[in-house]
T-cell receptor
């Protein structure tokens, strides 16, 4: 298993540009998440999905969009990049078990908007 | 909304010391996660616990549901334990996790 694979690892965008952060997991997890991590702050939930075709907003969804056409993939779209979106982005999936729920994270994408 | 507080925010220790990291939350939960973020940024899950205590190697996690508090202990700390330790709890009854800001641990040789 590759786990959670996130691409790219680094990206610099100009203000107003758009991009898609890719996230894929091969563990057949229904729950997937996108978080952003700003310096000195905890992870903030952007969007999440409880299964293919179902997505919902998290704490900080403005400026982002997601889709979940398959169980494996959960891309995050930035339509009009703004400096406030400079952050490190993490994709995660959740293995749910009665006694052993476990979160799996991608390696993160460091995005700079200039 | 569940608020998660971690203390201390930073800790520097000498190799071999016993370390305790604390996490408090405001709303009753079914389970709590401890995660480790490596200096390179990668995040791995250490524990999920809903009661009592769990042990994995030199790491021990405890939780007191009534007091809404959990601790992560590291015995015989080593420089490779240097990382940010994060606790997370579900928001409401959902699987959305609310994260603490993390505690940065530095273990010096």
């Amino acid at each position: 298993n590759a786990g959670v694979t996130q691409t790219p690892k680094f990206r610099i965008l100009k203000i107003g540009q758009s991009m898609t952060l890719q996230c894929a997991q091969d563990m057949n997890h229904n729950y997937m998440y996108w978080y952003r991590q700003d310096p000195g702050m905890g992870l903030k939930l952007i969007y999440y999905s409880v299964g293919a075709g179902i997505t919902d907003k998290g704490e900080v969804p403005n400026g982002y969009n997601v889709s979940r056409s398959t169980t494996e993939d959960f891309p995050l779209r930035l339509e009009l990049a703004a400096p406030s979106q400079t952050s490190v982005y993490f994709c995660a999936s959740l293995r749910q078990g009665l006694m052993n729920t476990e979160a799996f994270f991608g390696q993160g994408t460091r995005l700079t908007v200039v | 909304k569940n608020e998660v507080e971690q203390s201390p925010q930073n800790l520097t220790a000498q190799e071999g010391e016993f370390i305790t990291i604390n996490c408090s939350y405001s709303v009753g939960i079914s389970a709590l996660h401890w995660l480790q973020q490596h200096p390179g940024g990668g995040i791995v899950s250490l524990f999920m616990l809903s009661s009592g205590k769990k042990k994995h190697g030199r790491l021990i996690a405890t939780i007191n549901i009534q007091e809404k508090h959990s601790s992560l202990h590291i015995t015989a700390s080593h420089p490779r334990d240097s990382a940010v330790y994060i606790c997370a709890v579900p928001q409401g009854g959902s699987e959305k996790l609310v994260f603490g800001k993390g505690m940065k641990l530095t273990v010096n040789p």
